[in-house]
T-cell receptor
Framework: KQEVTQIPAALSVPEGENLVLNCSFTDSAIYNLQWFRQDPGKGLTSLLLIQSSQREQTSGRLNASLDKSSGRSTLYIAASQPGDSATYLCAVWTGGFKTIFGAGTRLFVKA | EAQVTQNPRYLITVTGKKLTVTCSQNMNHEYMSWYRQDPGLGLRQIYYSMNVEVTDKGDVPEGYKVSRKEKRNFPLILESPSPNQTSLYFC?????????????????FGPGTRLTVL
């Protein structure tokens, strides 16, 4: 059974710092992996989608990588800002057309 | 505007009183799905649908029903709600599905429905 783990569960950094969020999954048979952002009490906003055949995707200050063989993805945030404070979730689409989410990393960027 | 809508956004009900949470998308997506989010557990998939009249169970389907009679709508039905179904519910849709057999598109999420069962 596919399991998705995100480490750390919470992270507090000063403004301007570069940071890495981690996501690991147990079964490499995935269609794609997606990173989301969730603000308190709000819905999910898609950040980056990496297809199973891709190694990375970039959008602005965000870069996501995927290593299927090791069951890992990282989300790199450059020059963090207070507005980046949110919970970041990763999710994998499995071969059975199910979606499995990690529990998320709660990020706080201090001004 | 492309979007996924859910109604109601907030609902307080009592144990055993049947309720339906509606979900609608205007993007002609084949794939639709329901999730619940609980503190410390992340999002867990309840049911998903690959196409009209095609649905399947996610990881936590007990106590829920769904139907997909039209492509745009995917209601979540709680026949006899219980307090352990108190949660934040999200509906999502994506372009891929049964016809294409691929899932290369992002999932778009609705704003969420906060349900409290007393």
């Amino acid at each position: 059974k596919q399991e998705v783990t995100q480490i750390p569960a919470a992270l507090s950094v000063p403004e301007g710092e570069n940071l890495v969020l981690n996501c690991s999954f147990t079964d490499s048979a995935i269609y794609n992996l997606q990173w989301f952002r969730q603000d308190p009490g709000k819905g999910l906003t898609s950040l980056l989608l990496i297809q199973s055949s891709q190694r990375e995707q970039t959008s602005g200050r965000l870069n996501a990588s995927l290593d299927k063989s090791s069951g890992r993805s990282t989300l790199y945030i450059a020059a963090s800002q207070p507005g980046d404070s949110a919970t970041y979730l990763c999710a994998v689409w499995t071969g059975g057309f199910k979606t499995i989410f990690g529990a998320g990393t709660r990020l706080f960027v201090k001004a | 505007e492309a979007q996924v809508t859910q109604n109601p956004r907030y609902l307080i009900t009592v144990t055993g009183k049947k309720l339906t949470v509606t979900c609608s998308q205007n993007m002609n997506h084949e794939y639709m799905s329901w999730y619940r989010q609980d503190p410390g557990l992340g999002l867990r998939q309840i049911y998903y649908s690959m196409n009209v009249e095609v649905t399947d169970k996610g990881d936590v389907p007990e106590g829920y029903k769904v139907s997909r009679k039209e492509k745009r709508n995917f209601p979540l039905i709680l026949e006899s709600p219980s307090p352990n179904q108190t949660s934040l519910y999200f509906c999502a849709s994506s372009l891929g599905g049964q016809t294409s057999g691929v899932f290369t598109d992002t999932q778009y999420f609705g704003p969420g429905t906060r349900l409290t069962v007393l």
